[in-house]
């Protein structure tokens, strides 16, 4: 089974800071990984996605990494804003289309 | 509207009440989740569906029962409430692309008293 980890559980930053985010798991064989942002009372987006032959991903000021030797992914959002205040979840995927998710961390992003 | 939407998006009942949570997709996904967040486990799977009759357990499907007799739609029972089922319900679906993401619901707020 796979165990997603997401350290630290919540994070706050000054505007225009780069935010750093981190997740590990514990399967290798990780098919895929995903990074997704969740806003209060609201379902998941997905940010990006990391298939197992990448080893990144980037979306505008978002970077996502993914080493699998290291169990690793790790997520940069540059220049922070406080629209980017929001819980932000790893997802990994052994291929068989079940997501294991990580517990998430929340990012505040002060004005 | 297309998308995927969930109903109702709050509900209170009461330990030992069957309680049916609707999930509907205009997409035409194959795939579709349930899944439970619980503060400090992140999201938790509790059945999926690959196809229209074509269900299977997740990660915690004990007290929950579901059915897919249309691909458009996935419903979630909660056979007898329990207070332990307390707790915010997402539903997702996705194309049969290994390639492509999860598109998520709103969610539902359950509460059992």
């Known amino acids: 089974k796979q165990e997603v980890t997401q350290i630290p559980a919540a994070l706050s930053v000054p505007e225009g800071e780069n935010l750093v985010l981190n997740c590990s798991f514990t399967d290798s064989a990780i098919y895929n990984l995903q990074w997704f942002r969740q806003d209060p009372g609201k379902g998941l987006t997905s940010l990006l996605l990391i298939q197992s032959s990448q080893r990144e991903q980037t979306s505008g000021r978002l970077n996502a990494s993914l080493d699998k030797s290291s169990g690793r992914s790790t997520l940069y959002i540059a220049a922070s804003q406080p629209g980017d205040s929001a819980t932000y979840l790893c997802a990994g995927s052994r291929g068989d289309y079940k997501l294991s998710f990580g517990a998430g961390t929340t990012v505040t992003v002060r004005a | 509207d297309a998308g995927i939407t969930q109903s109702p998006r709050y509900k209170i009942t009461e330990t030992g009440r069957q309680v049916t949570l609707m999930c509907h997709q205009t997409?035409?996904?194959?795939?579709m989740f349930w899944y439970r967040q619980d503060l400090g486990h992140g999201l938790r799977l509790i059945y999926y569906s690959a196809a229209a009759d074509i269900t299977d357990k997740g990660e915690v499907p004990d007290g929950y029962v579901v059915s897919r007799s249309k691909t458009e739609n996935f419903p979630l029972t909660l056979e007898s409430a329990t207070r332990s089922q307390t707790s915010v319900y997402f539903c997702?679906?996705?194309?049969?692309?290994?390639?492509?993401?999860?598109?998520f619901g709103p969610g539902t707020r359950l509460t059992v008293l």
């Open positions: 997409w035409s996904h194959s795939y």
């Open positions: 997702a679906s996705r194309p049969l692309a290994s390639t492509d993401t999860q598109y």
